[in-house]
């Protein structure tokens, strides 16, 4: 057994090396080592705290969740009042703002900072002699939120600073928590495959997960942060915003690259122009920019309002909103018998997409903003993913509109519905032919089993006319019984029966994420595939197996756990194994990181691969695929009949590839 002399140096050697290792990953994105090697070094340490707890430091990387839920957040006073910013939407009021500055402090040219607008949760973070000790939302601006332990579980915060040239003895930064669109959307998923509501934007999603009461649902949800203010620091003289900004750097806090200085009001114009085009190319949300006078005396000159400063502004993209009205209100049924209102509208474009319905998310929302069937009303694509009605618009009413309520029987099925928080549930379970249809379409899905031709209206074909009362009865099924049906020729019930069969080689993680278990996405079930191996290991799996998994949370242990103590879940998992259906462990053969690094981006259809099996081999050979082109991408791959992604990737001068080439590149020509 190790010293505890000998332990204390080397865990004091492991703190200080994943603390490198951490601002290296999170802060300038340039890693050194593998996930498994820095997961060894995290375990050793964790180890050696465990044999030592006395000397366990409150600025320990093992330290990030390590509080129990509270039941309230304290209230706490911030060190320096966090102001709010005037908005400008104009170049003309941008100009007159510069015009004010120049006036007041009688120069010619005034230096500014112009930095993306984030769309996320303003917070100030306290560090005292370099470790962190307190964090805090902004509140009313004068006292906030204490999310101490919640700020610690995102991975760019660092708890203890960066010490290469000294740190203030007290030091207050402001930063803005995000969630980047890619995160939002796979969170949405996950939600919406455990039937429950998607969230508004990303910004909705960071607030909400930083505002959670327990730190380990916090630590579930991928959240990011960039600071941009040095609020107090006690020891050190700071004369500019840029010098703060190089001076957050030096300490390990994660700053935006896209920051930038600008001489005189031209090129901050410029710059903003520039974030209206880049804007659609980010990983995250931006709604304008935020433009500072550079030299902190000279904001100390203007000084401030009542709840904004004098010496900053923030100029506002144009909104993405349209005005359309609302036909009606239905509700649909999720795969778990969540009842949502879906808002029917006259069809209008946003943003380049036709919209023709939007989530009313539950009956509080509709309550609170006051939506009625019939109302003229303004909306948005959130985070230019979901529809979303923003307001109603009152000054529009004729008095012909209808208030709307929930149902207290499910519309589907008939069975009662129970009220759960701010929902409602259906509780027909499978007996409910709307939940039913979705498990068996989430089980067909690309992802998932990929059963070639069980789209929607198929599985609503089957499930209406009895051929399929459960997922297992698709094995069941005979050509005589789809020639039967509309729409069926022999050929087409012949396909449909070889892609059925054609399933039951699936691999493990695939069978696993068809299943539908709450909290487990495609990623998750390679998680859990590679740990377990087999079927029955997973089914078998207590909670605390589960817990001890890399990446496996609280919340998804549970419910995995939950899923297979089901009776019913585990009686059709053997009705899936008796008609044939296999489910077991590969790792797919693959040239190991031929791709690592590179950076894709698909465009129009490709002959011999669906979009979701190409970018599954890019991500096995160390790939990874985007969703829109930008100077980052590496390769458009070109299938017919391309979009606008093809036009943008010649503008940018992108390397462009064709289906054979991109064949020859992953080694399949």
């Not at 009895?466 to 087409?492: E, H, M, N, Q, T």
Request: charged share 35%; aromatic share 8%; proline share 4%.
């Amino acid at each position: 057994m190790i010293s505890k002399e000998e332990a204390k140096k080397r865990i004091e050697w492991l703190r200080k090396e994943i603390r490198r290792h951490d601002y290296l990953y999170y802060v300038l994105n340039k890693p050194e080592i593998s996930d498994a090697e820095y997961d060894k070094l995290m375990r050793e340490l964790q180890e050696l705290e465990e044999m030592y707890p006395d000397l366990i430091t409150p600025d320990s990387p093992t330290q990030r969740v390590g509080a129990p839920p509270a039941k309230e957040f304290k209230t706490v006073t911030h060190l320096k009042p966090m102001l709010s910013l005037d908005n400008a939407f104009k170049e003309e009021e941008m100009r007159k703002f510069d015009e004010r500055i120049r006036k007041e402090l009688g120069k010619e040219k005034i230096s500014y900072v112009a930095e993306p607008k984030l769309d996320g949760l303003s917070v100030e973070l306290v560090y005292e002699n370099g470790v962190f000790v307190r964090g805090s939302t902004r509140g009313d601006g004068i006292n906030g939120e204490d999310v101490t332990e919640n700020l610690k579980t995102i991975r760019a915060v660092p708890l203890r600073l960066r010490e290469a040239n000294g740190v203030p003895s007290r030091l207050a930064v402001r930063g803005e928590v995000i969630m980047h669109i890619k995160d939002f959307e796979e969170l949405n998923k996950k939600l919406i495959e455990r039937g429950e509501e998607p969230l508004a934007n990303p910004r909705n999603a960071a607030a909400g997960s930083l505002r959670r009461l327990d730190p380990k649902e916090t630590a579930e949800r991928p959240l990011d942060i960039f600071f941009y203010e040095i609020m107090v620091a006690e020891g050190v003289k700071v004369e500019t915003q840029w010098d703060a900004l190089h001076y957050l750097r030096e300490w390990g806090l994660k700053t935006n690259p896209l920051i930038r200085k600008c001489e005189g009001i031209d090129e901050v114009i410029e710059f903003y122009k520039e974030m209206v085009e880049k804007r659609e190319d980010l990983s995250y949300e931006i709604d304008g920019i935020v433009v500072k006078v550079n030299d902190l005396a000279d904001q100390e000159r203007l000084g401030t309002k009542a709840r904004s400063p004098r010496w900053a502004i923030a100029y506002k993209f144009p909104p993405r909103e349209k005005i359309t009205q609302i036909m009606d209100i239905i509700v649909q049924v999720g795969r778990t018998g969540i009842l949502t209102p879906v808002a029917l509208l006259k069809p209008v474009d946003v943003s380049g997409v036709t919209v023709s319905r939007a989530t009313l998310h539950n009956e509080d929302y509709i309550k609170e903003k006051d939506i009625r069937i019939g109302d003229w009303v303004k909306i948005a694509r959130a985070g230019d993913v979901i529809p979303e009605v923003l307001e109603s618009i009152k000054e529009r009413r004729t008095g012909q509109e209808r208030e709307f309520r929930m149902p207290d029987k499910c519309p589907i099925c008939g069975s009662h519905v129970v009220r759960e928080g701010a929902y409602y549930r259906c509780t027909g379970g499978l007996s409910c032919l709307a939940q039913l249809k979705r498990s068996i379409t989430h089980y067909a899905s690309k992802g998932a089993m990929d059963i070639e031709g069980l789209g929607p209206k198929i599985v609503d074909l089957l499930v209406d006319t009895g051929l399929v009362k459960r997922i297992s009865d698709l094995y069941k099924l005979r050509k005589i019984d789809l020639l039967r049906l509309p729409g069926f020729a022999d050929k087409a019930a012949q396909n449909l029966l070889d892609s059925i069969e054609k399933s039951k080689e699936r691999s493990l993680d695939r069978f696993i994420y068809a299943l539908g278990i709450p909290n487990v996405g495609e990623h998750m079930a390679k998680v859990l595939a590679e740990h377990f191996k087999t079927l029955d290991a997973l089914m078998n799996a207590k909670e605390f197996e589960l817990l001890s998994i890399h990446e496996v949370g609280p919340e998804t242990a549970r419910s995995v756990y939950n899923f297979f103590r089901e009776e019913r879940n585990r009686e059709e998992i053997e009705r899936l194994r008796e008609v044939g259906v296999k489910a077991t462990f590969s790792r797919m053969e693959k040239k190991e990181g031929i791709l690592k690094g590179k950076v894709f981006v698909f465009t129009g259809a490709l002959k011999e691969f669906t979009r979701s099996e190409a970018k599954r081999i890019v991500e096995e050979l160390g790939g990874t695929v985007a969703s829109s082109v930008s100077r980052n991408v590496d390769y458009v791959v070109v299938g017919e009949n391309p979009g606008s992604k093809y036009d943008k990737a010649k503008k940018l001068g992108i390397k462009m590839i064709n289906e054979e080439e991109f064949k020859k590149l992953i080694g399949r020509a």
